[in-house]
């Protein structure tokens, strides 16, 4: 059987949920499981890759992996690659794992499915299109390793109380290879629960009609507690709010226990980031609005007459205890 | 500056769009148009023309009917157009389309070429990075800002948490999200002009790539429709709807 490799994302407190993800995944799928961590921390973060499955760590210290967007790690990944012969390896559908797996492809000519919702065998993977209403299975020919990219939050990290065995990644860039580098980082720091983790997410569209009133989601967030505002990308493009506040495809994966929706139609880009959520509600103007046929709630009225309705009632509520 | 746009036809996106018996797409005989997604890059691209001097060509591969994609690229105010269509091209999948752009790309000298972030139809998300991948060069990826310098180009990437600052020498690739330059509207006389201006249509042959290098290396084994999820109750605000909400939100536990 073939080994399965999952390119394990870092973040500043080691590593992303979605490389525990992945390396549940790739326990079902063969009996060798490595991660490759690339970047400062990747050492430290072989103890819980090895929690949850992974067998071997390749970890590459080298700063240049987090400078160099998407080249370094590639590069680094085609010679492991050329080393190791892994049949298939598992990335996550972020920016990261676009930048690394789209250059490797290019690198060893291997066959690449993006948003995946689940990997059945080695060479075969299932997606859904069209706005999630039809399942596809795919396939996977060409050249080992295939690879696939799959989407957040459609596998549950299981521990299996694993350990793994590092093995430290040189980085040797070729000197003459035009690079593109991060040069800066900024934060721009929301308060509160991160959007991924709150209980409740209160989310908001076009509907709200301008972003100064954007406040009251603020408001009604504070009010319930644990719960974090989102956005669609029609308020994010419109400049309403920076782009982590955006739920849906090309943002954010939610799955909290509430997701109350303002103004938002419910564009199948938008609903892929949130269905997985317990309970919906939405509140919408048009009672055909898409949102309501998958809200376990839906409210057809004004969210802007709603909202301070809304806020009041759950102020009164909770210390009515 | 001699800047490139890879530009996609793709359905409708306002449309339901179909599948044929083969599982591929219908883009024959559908309503199509320029990806929405790619307008933004067609706008940083003329941009940088604008304050740089030189020429922006519009490459796309598709059927025959993706001129028509060209053609809106044209009218916005770029100036040349080239479209790589072969039957062997059908069902072409991500290695495929991104080995033809890179050849198709590679023809001419270049200094920047801009594309979208993901496809609205299909949503690789991968086909800039391996364009750059292939044509030994730097990616400079989801950029809500642009500038392009003596020599060099410089965005703001949007990330989770932010933005970071992200340089590279050029020629450079640069794909942009929908937050980059909002795109100019073609004018009639854009439209006009658009008419008289060079397209060149090229084979697999002319590009001088063998069809066996844009094999698909995915296959379509079934579909099926997802199960879907039955609606909920729909209540008017006023018929108690606030309270109702904060009753879920107590059944849900997080008050
Ligand atoms: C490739 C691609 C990727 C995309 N990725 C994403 C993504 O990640 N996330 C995302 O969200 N979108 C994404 N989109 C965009 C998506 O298709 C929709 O355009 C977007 O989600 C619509 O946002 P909206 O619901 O805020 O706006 P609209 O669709 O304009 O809906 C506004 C809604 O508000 C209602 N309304 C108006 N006034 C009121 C009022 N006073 N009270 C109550 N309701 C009111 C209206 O009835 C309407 O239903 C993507 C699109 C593409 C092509
Ligand atoms: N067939 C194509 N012709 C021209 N450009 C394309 C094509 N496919 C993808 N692209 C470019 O690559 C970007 C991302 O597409 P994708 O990776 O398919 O989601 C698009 O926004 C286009 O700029």
Redesign the interface.
Known sequence: MGAVWVYAELGPDGPLPSALELLTKARALSDEVAAVALGPGAGAAAETLGEYGAGTVYAGEDPAFAEV???AA?HALAGLVVEHHPSLILFP?S?EG??V???????L???????ATDVVALD?AVT?I?G???????????PEPRLV?MRPKVVAAEPSGGRAAVRPVELALPAD?????????????ASGPKLEEA??VVSGGRGMQDPSNLALLDRLAKA????AVGAT?AI??A?WV???YQVG??G?TVKP??Y?AFGISGATQHVVGM?GS????A?NKD?DAPI???????????AL??LP??IE??ER??SAG | MDVVVLVKYVPDPTGTPKLGEDFLVVREGTDGTLDPGDEYAVEAGLRTVEAHGGEVTLVSMGPEVAMSAIRKGLSMGAHRGVLVTDPALRGADALATARVLAAAVSRRPFDVIFTGSESTDGYTGTVPMAVAGLLGIPALTFARKVEVGEGAVRIERQTDLGYDVIEAPIPALVSVTASAAEPRYATLKGIMAAKSKPVEQLSLADLGLDPATVAPTQRVLGITPAPSKGAGEIVQDGDGAVARIVDLLVEAKVI
């Open positions: 967007v998407g080249q590639a559908s920016q676009r930048d797996a789209g250059r490797l492809q290019a690198a000519g291997s066959t690449l499915l993006s948003n075969r859904q069209f999630d209403t039809q399942i596809v299975e795919v396939a996977l020919e060409g990219l290879l035009p690079l593109a580098r991060r040069v800066e980082r900024h934060a721009e720091a209980r409740v319930i507690g644990n719960a990308r994010v493009d400049g920076p782009y982590h495809q090309t954010k226990d509430v109350l269905k317990k309970r919906i509600v509140v009672p309501f046929s998958l809200a376990d709630l839906g409210v057809v009225g004004d007459a709603i309705k809304l009632e759950v509520r909770k």
